[in-house]
């Protein structure tokens, strides 16, 4: 809400007079729209305030001066896990990044906003854990990603911190509604693998080309968990930065980072979070964002995933 905010003070032209919504009952509303569904619409009122309407009772609406009608609202197709087609993972147990797109440019120039930890897609490789019930998965699930998302957001990653250390001060901004959203996992029933797991940048494309952003303009940041992998030690992420008008990811760095040099009995979910913690700031931040190593070639060759 408080990006939204500063959205409305600094953006009013964007935010009214843009969208017009038509009800069946005659009524006409200039607002903003801030997302369609097969269901309902959720707008922004001039006076600020919320409304939600059921699709039924909505004749037209106007976006950018395009008119669509009820049932012509376009969606993105839904994504989920099952539709992950990466394969051929790399099974190495080596720390590192890859910058797959390299336009840094875009993410030095403009306002960032943050969206948090996408565990939707992950995965969670321990070979020992494939004979568990669906209640013992769900349960197990919840456990891991809440503690290992409240270790992020109230130890490791604090919002200030971020802000910092990406030079960002008065440009960096979070939306709390969507970074909650995030956490939760797409199909609890495959959140267990006894395989190695991946998605590359295609998969990662059509996820972040469904997400739903209330902000008109500027530059996305979302760490897309790939892989807790328990078996070797690691963690795999995106480090994903994507526009928010087309959802085209402009920036995109993989990084992985090993879980413990020691092992283990076993891995607590605070052992995970310093692992994701890691793969964003000793490698993304400490090596490539603020040195300025924005490319491959930049880089050591010891500090490049193979793959």
Known sequence: ??????????FPSIIFGQDI????????IS??????????????????????FKRE???????????????????????????????????LDKK???VIYDNYREILKSDI????????FAKYTNSKKQNLTEKEISES???????????????????ASIERWMYKQGHFFFN????????????????????????????????????RTVEPKGIGMVINIINLNSDKWYVDAFITFFDLESKKIVYLVKSRAIIAPFQHEIITPTDWANGINRAFRDQFIDLIYRPKHFSNEQLNSNMILNE
């Open 1 to 10: 809400m408080k990006n939204l905010l500063f959205v409305v003070l600094f």
């Open 21 to 28: 919504v038509i009800l069946k009952s005659g009524s006409s």
């Open 31 to 52: 607002c903003k729209v801030i997302s369609l569904s097969e269901k309902e619409l959720v707008l922004l009122n001039q006076d600020l305030t919320f409304k939600t």
């Open 57 to 91: 009772s909505i004749s037209i609406i106007a976006l950018d001066s395009m008119t669509i009608k009820k049932n012509e609202i376009p969606e993105t197709v839904p994504f989920s896990i099952n539709d992950i087609e990466s394969k051929n993972c790399n099974s």
């Open 96 to 98: 590192g990044v890859r």
């Open 113 to 120: 906003f943050f969206y948090g930890y996408d565990f939707k």
């Open 141 to 159: 699930v919840n456990y891991y990603i809440e503690n290992i998302y409240n270790d992020l957001n109230s130890n490791l990653l604090p919002s």
């Open 176 to 211: 709390k509604e969507l970074i909650n959203s995030f956490k939760k996992i797409d199909d609890y029933k495959l959140f267990y693998t006894d395989d190695i797991y991946c998605f590359d940048q295609k998969d990662l494309a059509k996820i972040i080309s469904n997400y």
